[in-house]
Every structure is written in structure tokens, then in C-alpha cells.
């Protein structure tokens, strides 16, 4: 599993943040929560996304897959605006056959919403940041 390094949104430092890790990352310069981005597979999407102890936001896409390039920013974006709620994983079908197969993945990009690692909310399609925002909203407050 690798980590990412992502400028802290507040302060502008550079943190290295883990793939999977127990809790939520925070910057090590001003203490505030980070977007928690990451990509995960077959081999590790356990770790990466179930076990998460926030919202993880599932994105099933394919290098391939127009809108799925399209709708990638906009899940960037809610992840910077949910930092310390929401975890975004990507998964890439074509390179996690069996994370497909298991999710019964007919279309991409296929959201899904998971808490403890099930999946409480799923959609297909893209869709703009203001949707996508407002849909993990009202799972996160349903789920609160």
C-alpha cells in the first residue's frame, strides 16, 4: 500500500498520508484534518476501505471511461470539503476484477457509500460536486 503526499489545505505544508491507517490523518504542521485520498485493488482493498473508521467513498472507474475522468475532480473536491469525514478510494475495474465481480460492478463509474465496511448508499454515473456533496451529506447525517 502506498501513501500519497497531499498539501495540507490550511497551512500548505506537505504530508505523507497512508494508504490505510487506523483513525484520520491530520497535518503534522497545523493539526487539521487531511483529505484522505487513496487507490486500492484487489489485493488491499480490505485495508484500504473496510476497515476505514469514516465514510469511505467508493469510486469504480476505468482509465478508459470518459466520465469517469470527468467526475474525478469532483470527488477530489468533496474529499477536500468532507477532510476528516469522508475517505475517497479509487478503484480501477480493469485492475480489480475481483472488487468488481464482488460489487456486482455493471457500469462505471459506480459510487458507493461505506461505513464499516458495507455499503450504505450506491449510485452510478457521473455527476457534479454539488450533487455528489450533497448525497455523501445526507448519508453522513444519517448515519451520524
Same mark, same amino acid.
Given at each position: 500500500?502506498?501513501?500519497?503526499?497531499? =498539501?495540507?489545505? @490550511?497551512?500548505?505544508?506537505? @504530508? +505523507?498520508?497512508?494508504?490505510?491507517?487506523?483513525?484520520?490523518?491530520?497535518?503534522? @504542521?497545523?493539526? /487539521?484534518?487531511?483529505?484522505?485520498?487513496?487507490?486500492?485493488?484487489?489485493? !488491499?482493498?480490505?485495508?484500504?476501505? =473496510? &476497515?476505514? @473508521?469514516?465514510?469511505?467513498?467508493? !469510486?469504480?472507474?476505468?482509465?478508459?471511461?470518459?466520465?469517469? +475522468? $470527468?467526475?474525478?475532480?469532483?470527488?477530489? $473536491?468533496?474529499? +477536500?470539503? *468532507?477532510?476528516? /469525514?469522508?475517505?475517497?478510494?479509487?478503484?480501477?475495474? !480493469?485492475?480489480?476484477?475481483?472488487?468488481? =465481480? &464482488?460489487?456486482?460492478? $455493471?457500469?462505471?463509474?459506480? *459510487?458507493?457509500?461505506?461505513? !464499516?465496511?458495507?455499503?450504505?448508499?450506491?449510485?452510478?454515473?457521473?455527476?457534479?460536486?454539488?450533487?455528489?456533496?450533497?448525497?455523501?451529506? =445526507?448519508?453522513? +447525517?444519517?448515519?451520524?
Amino acid at each position: 500500500m502506498a501513501s500519497k503526499v497531499i =498539501e495540507c489545505p @490550511n497551512c500548505g505544508r506537505k @504530508n +505523507r498520508i497512508p494508504a490505510a491507517a487506523d483513525g484520520i490523518p491530520h497535518c503534522g @504542521n497545523c493539526h /487539521k484534518p487531511m483529505p484522505w485520498m487513496a487507490e486500492a485493488g484487489d489485493d !488491499d482493498f480490505g485495508d484500504v476501505a =473496510e &476497515r476505514a @473508521n469514516i465514510l469511505v467513498l467508493v !469510486d469504480m472507474w476505468a482509465t478508459w471511461c470518459g466520465p469517469c +475522468r $470527468q467526475v474525478s475532480p469532483a470527488l477530489e $473536491q468533496v474529499a +477536500r470539503d *468532507l477532510a476528516g /469525514k469522508v475517505k475517497l478510494v479509487k478503484v480501477d475495474v !480493469d485492475k480489480a476484477p475481483k472488487v468488481s =465481480e &464482488r460489487f456486482t460492478i $455493471q457500469a462505471v463509474p459506480t *459510487l458507493m457509500l461505506m461505513r !464499516d465496511g458495507k455499503v450504505v448508499a450506491r449510485r452510478a454515473g457521473a455527476a457534479p460536486a454539488s450533487a455528489l456533496r450533497s448525497w455523501t451529506d =445526507e448519508v453522513l +447525517r444519517g448515519a451520524a
